[in-house]
């Protein structure tokens, strides 16, 4: 089974030759593709064994669940070691994928380092129960293995970090080891002023460190090509290597390490300060949010702060609350959901996938579950929010890394705090039972049987022309494309809503209906539409365009203005959005489609401007 399914995935992102990097996390395929137009995106989702697709941030990803190990070896097995030099280099593209990179330096080193907290956390219930004394030789072995994950980050970052900059990743495990070589740790305890190359050096202590390696990575990787470029052929086997290390040890101890411990330690001053005035605020907004952060791949962006404050405080106040409180409320919207369908599938999906979440997997339930129905994550946010308050009042904070769930509860137990764990087994119980009974307040619409009649919605809320249906027409000329196609799971699983996408063939965007624009968005990419029986209408210009900051698009109306459909409403330069790189598909989006029994694509293929596409009925 998953050797047919790895071939299958393989064939569909266009081969080995099509992919310059690929990783896992704990449920999903990575890839770093060449090129995105080779991607078969269909026959990838209905594979069995896939649970959905995601594209975020220049990165393909595969979402299997707990089996994605084994998925994964058996692409390996295929196409062997993958060469990651090629076109899609983030250095080249000048980082634009800043999510990308950081999920490429800290997925990796996740299981060692949830293995070191949770044998942590193990050490500290076998003391507190005397099954272990502090002062065995056991203890401080074991004890030591778990601090080791932690000391040496900045060997383990030096090569994961050179990796994704495409440089050698044995010189960045050089460099991170050199700055916490114990030569160099005793000339820092000594207190001695110090001088290198005739020029003071301010001593830090970068054990544990995060953001110093990877500034330092950086610009190792653009040494590195300098040293190519300088280095003779017949002696550039030990020459490239040499210059490296000669301008970047300077480089690291005199320049760019105290700029990165002095980043380091400004992002959690930044922290604590927030703390200091609403400790409650940091807690709510990962706790009601994550979902979102998630689907989106900017929940990447937190792992360093919160890895920062680890090393710094010793304990995390970002990450590990606010995503355990999240998680968990997953896993109760998610049991809700499947004690409450009457789908058999569905029944199945939801509950094991509410089961997983409740440990701190939540992709199955997301992609398989609350996404799809939309209400439930609703839920899930509340929960989430909810407990995240409590968390926040409480001061609850977390002492390790883990996997944020029930199953990592032992990670926020301290002989500091002892109130601690209390605290988080309570903000929990909140969030499960809060995005739990929500399900049964705020409902879903089911999905019948396959062997059932369709389920009615006798309560729709518009009203309907007298023809009984509402027509909304093109937005552009160009081809019509099903949602479900669009490289943005966003709204190709209709979290957003029902609709079309459009891929135009000329850069002008036309209103679908008569109405008032709702809504204009500053990078003028994106227009909010309220048609005059109701309808709300949200266009989205391509794909990720938002990081354009609204250059090569103009906006032809104003918030509040009166269209009729024909309207023009964008205009874009749609060859020079392309030739950076940019997915045109142009998604329309019904965002009221729960008003709706049913919002059907009548049209398919090449149309003109003020064809009718969509009927709601």
Avoid at 257 to 271: D, Q, R
Wanted: glycine letters at 10%.
């Amino acid at each position: 089974m998953y050797q047919e399914l790895g071939k299958l995935i393989l064939e569909n992102v266009g081969g080995k030759e099509n992919i310059s990097n690929v990783i896992h996390c704990a449920t999903r395929l990575r890839f770093n593709l060449k090129e995105a137009k080779k991607v078969n995106v269909d026959k990838i989702k209905v594979a069995k064994g896939v649970i959905g697709i995601a594209d975020s941030n220049g990165q393909f990803q595969v979402i299997i669940g707990s089996e994605v190990s084994k998925v994964y070896k058996e692409i390996l097995k295929i196409v062997g070691a993958i060469e990651t030099e090629g076109e899609s280099s983030e250095k080249k593209r000048g980082i634009v994928g800043f999510f990308e990179v950081i999920s490429g330096i800290f997925t990796p080193i996740i299981p060692p380092l949830t293995a070191a907290g949770m044998l942590k956390a193990v050490l500290v219930l076998a003391t507190t129960f005397g099954f272990l004394s502090k002062e065995s030789q056991t203890f401080y072995i074991f004890n030591f293995v778990a601090d080791a994950a932690f000391f040496f980050f900045p060997v383990v970052l030096g090569y994961t970090s050179a990796v994704k900059f495409k440089c050698n990743p044995y010189m960045g495990m050089l460099i991170g080891g050199a700055l916490i070589h114990p030569n160099y740790l005793s000339l820092v305890n000594s207190k001695e002023v110090v001088y290198f190359l005739g020029m003071p050096l301010r001593l830090v202590n970068y054990a544990s460190s995060v953001v110093p390696i990877i500034m330092i990575v950086y610009i190792m990787s653009f040494v590195e090509e300098f040293a190519d470029r300088v280095s003779p052929k017949f002696i550039k086997f030990f020459s490239k290597p040499l210059i490296t290390v000669l301008i970047m040890a300077p480089l690291s101890f005199l320049l760019l390490g105290p700029l990165g411990s002095i980043a380091g330690e400004g992002l959690a001053l930044g922290v604590e300060q927030i703390n200091s005035f609403a400790p409650w605020l940091i807690p709510v907004i990962v706790g009601g949010t994550t979902p979102l952060l998630v689907m989106i791949g900017m929940h990447y962006g937190l792992i360093p702060i919160g890895f920062n404050e680890l090393a710094i405080n010793g304990f995390d106040t970002v990450v590990g609350p606010g995503m355990l409180v999240s998680n968990v409320a997953h896993g109760g919207a998610t049991l809700a959901v499947a004690l409450k369908t009457k789908n058999r599938d569905l029944k199945q999906l939801a509950g094991s996938a509410g089961f997983t979440a409740c440990l701190g997997i939540t992709e199955p339930a997301m992609y398989g579950v609350t996404m799809k129905l939309k209400k439930p994550l609703i839920s899930v946010m509340l929960g989430g929010g909810l407990a995240g308050l409590y968390c926040g009042i409480m001061g609850v904070v977390r002492f390790s890394t883990g996997i944020p769930g029930l199953a990592s509860l032992p990670i926020f137990i301290s002989e500091i705090k002892p109130m601690n764990i209390i605290h988080a087994a309570v903000a929990c119980a909140i969030a499960f039972s809060t995005a739990f009974i929500s399900i049964f307040i705020i409902g879903f619409e089911d999905i019948p049987n396959e062997d059932s009649e369709p389920i009615k919605n006798d309560n729709i809320k518009k009203e309907l022309p007298a023809d009984g249906a509402i027509q909304i027409k093109s937005i552009a000329k160009g081809e019509v494309i099903q949602l479900s196609t669009v490289k943005d799971d966003a709204f190709a699983s209709e979290s957003l809503g029902k609709g079309y996408a459009i891929i135009p063939e000329v850069g002008e965007i036309y209103s679908p209906v008569d109405g008032v624009i709702s809504s204009v968005f500053t990078t003028k990419h994106a227009v909010g539409l309220e048609g005059e029986d109701g309808t709300e209408i949200l266009i989205h210009v391509g794909i990720d365009t938002v990081r354009l900051n609204g250059k090569h698009f103009e906006s032809c109306v104003k918030e509040g203005e009166k269209v009729k459909a024909g309207d023009i409403l964008v205009r874009f330069d749609r060859d020079v959005v392309m030739k950076k790189g940019f997915d045109i598909s142009t998604p329309v989006i019904i965002t009221n489609s729960s008003d709706y029994a049913e919002v059907i694509v009548s049209k398919f293929g090449k149309v003109n401007v003020g064809e009718n596409i969509l009927v709601l009925a």
